[in-house]
């Protein structure tokens, strides 16, 4: 892994040593930022950093005991906390095993750096656990709190964290990387995808390498034809439902917030092919953007570990947007 691992996050990686070097490290760090800008690999990457032996000013030597353990997955004073195999949240007896872990001492007489991702998602119990280990933290311990978002985490949590802000970075480094990482037949494509997919550039990857951009298109298809009356909500649920829950409301995200560019008239993302109404008139963009905060609830309720079924989201999610689609402007009561 290089160091940091991406090159938009070279500024604040070099800050971040620097704090380490200082001596003003906290005992806890809160990594946030939107999907794709790469968190979970920069906590990652932090936490090899610090368990190295013998590091240089910005990354770790690579080769002394620290660093060959943690690479080989197995040093012993680190803790990666993350959700159990279909869990969508951190569960608290995962955190009361933190809480053991960090009760034995360092077995090499360095820091002891623990990795919890989501932070954000963690239902009271766990987050309640967690900051009590925040409250008196043993010392030598280093807690990388990894999140989408910072403001999700319990207020009394996040005041006892470090802020690393993972989002901001010259957006030119984060198009010339994805530029270098998209196939052949998508050159020239990544400004345009990064204004699309409205995550970092990970996430704009991803969306090409798994077809995600077959079915952006999809869903934006099935999105104009619901707004223009040709297709009920509840036949576009079942159409979408080879798509999981969270990818569709991720793509009906990204194409709402499509034609509120284009409503605009600043439209970076300008594809005349998805443009959801369809018969050219435009949206009531209240109702579009209640739409939009409707569905960031579901995600958040996805997110949460709650007991929601994935086809009471689906549907759910394409009534609301044929109630807010079909609102024209003129029309628009509320
Ligand atoms: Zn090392």
Same mark, same amino acid.
């Given at each position: 892994m290089s160091h940091p691992p991406y090159p938009w996050q070279r500024e604040i990686w070099a800050r971040l040593c620097g704090t380490h070097r200082e001596g003003r490290l906290g005992h806890a760090l809160l990594m946030s930022g939107r999907p794709g800008v790469g968190k979970s690999a920069f906590a990652r990457a932090f936490a090899g950093f610090l368990l190295c032996e013998s590091p240089q000013a910005l990354a770790p030597c690579g080769s002394c005991r620290g660093c060959l353990l943690q690479t080989a997955g197995n040093h012993p004073d680190y803790a990666l906390v993350v959700p159990e195999e279909d869990a969508k949240a951190i569960a608290i007896d995962q955190i009361r095993e933190l809480i053991e872990f960090f009760t034995l001492k360092s077995h090499y007489g360095g820091p002891k750096v623990a990795v919890i991702e989501p932070a954000d998602g963690m239902a009271r119990a766990p987050a309640n656990a967690l900051l009590k280990l925040l409250e008196e933290p043993p010392s030598g311990a280093v807690l990388c709190l990894v999140a989408a978002r910072a403001d999700a985490l319990l207020p009394t949590l996040r005041s006892r964290c470090q802020r690393i802000a993972l989002d901001k970075y010259p957006a030119t480094l984060a198009t010339a990387w994805l530029e270098g990482a998209l196939p052949a037949n998508q050159q020239g494509e990544a400004g345009r995808l990064l204004a699309q997919c409205g %995550? %970092?550039?990970? #996430? $704009?990857? #991803?969306?090409?390498? *798994?077809?995600?951009?077959?079915?952006?298109?999809?869903?934006?298809t099935l999105m104009a034809k619901v707004a223009a009356g040709e297709r @009920?909500?509840? @036949? $576009? $649920? %079942?159409?979408? +439902? @080879?798509?999981? +829950? %969270?990818?569709?409301?991720? +793509?009906?995200? *990204? +194409?709402a917030q499509d034609q509120v560019w284009r409503q605009y008239d600043c439209t970076p993302v300008a594809a005349p092919d998805r443009v959801l109404n369809g018969s050219g008139n435009a949206l009531n963009l209240r109702r579009v953007f209640e739409f939009m905060d409707t569905a960031f609830e579901f995600k958040g309720l996805l997110a949460g570990g709650t007991n929601v079924r994935e086809a009471d989201v689906r549907a759910s999610v394409w009534l609301s947007w044929m109630q807010a689609a079909r609102t024209r402007p003129q029309s628009g009561r509320g």
């Open positions: %995550g %970092g550039p990970l #996430a $704009a990857l #991803a969306l090409v390498t *798994r077809g995600g951009q077959g079915e952006q298109d999809e869903v934006a @009920h909500a509840l @036949h $576009a $649920a %079942g159409d979408s +439902a @080879h798509i999981a +829950a %969270g990818e569709l409301l991720d +793509a009906m995200l *990204r +194409a």
